[in-house]
């Protein structure tokens, strides 16, 4: 499959059909986040992966407490049909944790701390760009409270939960949405 195609044709996916995620493809999934870059090699991330029916109503739960509380903060009107609903469906969750202690040399500057959440990142779309070359449809989701979330799935309190990667066959093709072009987004300095 070619590198670009992917980069470009995989769309964040908010439909899925209950159809099982085999482990094998799981695995590879992770192996490929696994190949990231991190700062000094510390491979500051851990994966939960959660197929578990409850668990995944907690996490809506929580998404959905925070969309509310989002409404009403924001009053982005938009927000109250922003679906969380597929997170109930949606075979496999997949969170993504970091370790802010493992950032690297950028722990001394003062405005550090970011390099463990940037290989996290890269990390993540790894794992966009395999689940896209096995067919399957992913979202990037991050509405939840960090510390609720630490209380649903049990992580520790010095890490990060960074991301819930939804994993499975998709129910729809999602519909492109533009980009800006590189021209208004780059500045050379030659
Ligand atoms: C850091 C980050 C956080 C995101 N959080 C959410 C989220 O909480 N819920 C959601 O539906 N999409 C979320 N997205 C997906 C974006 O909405 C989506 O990538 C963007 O609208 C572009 O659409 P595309 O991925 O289909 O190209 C997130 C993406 C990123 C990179």
Not at 33 to 45: D, E, G, I, R, V
Not at 112 to 119: P, R, V
Request: charged residues 25%; proline residues 6%.
């Amino acid at each position: 499959m070619d590198l670009f195609t992917a980069m470009k044709e995989r769309r964040s996916c908010r439909h899925y059909l209950p159809e099982a995620v085999n482990e094998d493809t799981i695995e590879k999934i992770l192996e490929a986040a696994t190949w990231a870059p991190s700062p000094l090699n510390t491979q500051p991330w851990e994966f939960i992966v959660i197929t578990n029916k409850e668990v995944k109503e907690k996490i809506f739960e929580e998404a959905n407490r925070c969309r509310v509380w989002a409404l009403e903060t924001s009053h982005w009107k938009w927000l109250d049909t922003y679906p969380v609903d597929f997170l109930k469906e949606v075979p496999v969750i997949i969170a993504v944790i970091g370790d802010p202690k493992k950032t690297g040399v950028d722990m001394f500057m003062e405005e550090g701390m970011m390099g463990y959440l940037s290989a996290c990142s890269a990390a993540i779309q790894n794992m966009h760009l395999a689940a896209y070359s096995y067919g399957l449809g992913t979202l990037w989701f991050t509405l939840f409270d960090k510390k609720a979330l630490r209380g649903i799935l049990n992580i520790d309190t010095a890490k990060t939960p960074i991301a819930l990667i939804c994993l499975g066959k998709k129910a729809d093709e999602p519909a492109p949405l533009p980009r800006k072009g590189v021209r208004e987004k780059t500045t050379y300095i030659r």
